[in-house]
């Protein structure tokens, strides 16, 4: 036990399966093209991250924490620092300024709702898609 456990207290870390969310890495303008063409058969969501926001970071615990993974959705994942120009092709194309944290749902080629920070903690997915 360190001297820090002994001042502050150990804490118990309990074993629990962390759930991963079936993420598709949006990396590429091709992919960006499949989104789109794919949003036709059924609806998808681009959550928008910035990795060195705290904020941007808290909602994506909260979002992960939340999520439904029954949902019938595509779920993306854009690094707005890896790949900044797909968000700029993504607020070109779909004609929604960027923001980040932000997400955005895609049906039939187009943005049909978007939100972003603290909102999208807030936001019950399944009313959107």
């Given at each position: 036990?360190?001297?820090?456990?002994?001042?502050?207290?150990?804490?118990?870390?309990?074993?629990?399966?962390?759930t991963k969310l079936?993420?598709?890495?949006?990396?590429?303008?091709?992919?960006?093209?499949?989104?789109?063409?794919?949003?036709?058969?059924?609806?998808?969501?681009?959550?928008?991250?910035?990795?060195?926001?705290?904020?941007?970071?808290?909602?994506?615990?909260?979002?992960?924490?939340?999520?439904?993974?029954?949902?019938?959705?595509?779920?993306?994942f854009l690094t707005?620092?890896?790949?900044?120009?797909?968000?700029?092709?993504?607020?070109?194309?779909f004609g929604v300024?960027?923001?980040?944290?932000?997400?955005?749902?895609?049906?039939?080629?187009?943005?049909?709702?978007?939100?972003?920070?603290?909102?999208?903690?807030?936001?019950?997915?399944?009313?959107?898609?």
């Amino acid at each position: 036990m360190g001297i820090f456990d002994s001042v502050f207290g150990r804490k118990q870390h309990t074993e629990t399966q962390d759930t991963k969310l079936p993420w598709i890495f949006l990396e590429s303008m091709e992919q960006l093209e499949t989104l789109e063409a794919d949003s036709n058969e059924r609806p998808q969501v681009v959550f928008k991250h910035s990795s060195t926001c705290g904020i941007s970071s808290m909602v994506l615990k909260m979002f992960n924490g939340s999520y439904d993974p029954a949902l019938d959705c595509d779920l993306y994942f854009l690094t707005i620092q890896a790949h900044r120009d797909l968000s700029n092709a993504i607020a070109d194309k779909f004609g929604v300024r960027h923001e980040s944290p932000q997400l955005l749902v895609v049906k039939n080629g187009e943005v049909t709702f978007h939100t972003s920070h603290g909102a999208i903690a807030d936001l019950d997915l399944k009313d959107h898609l």
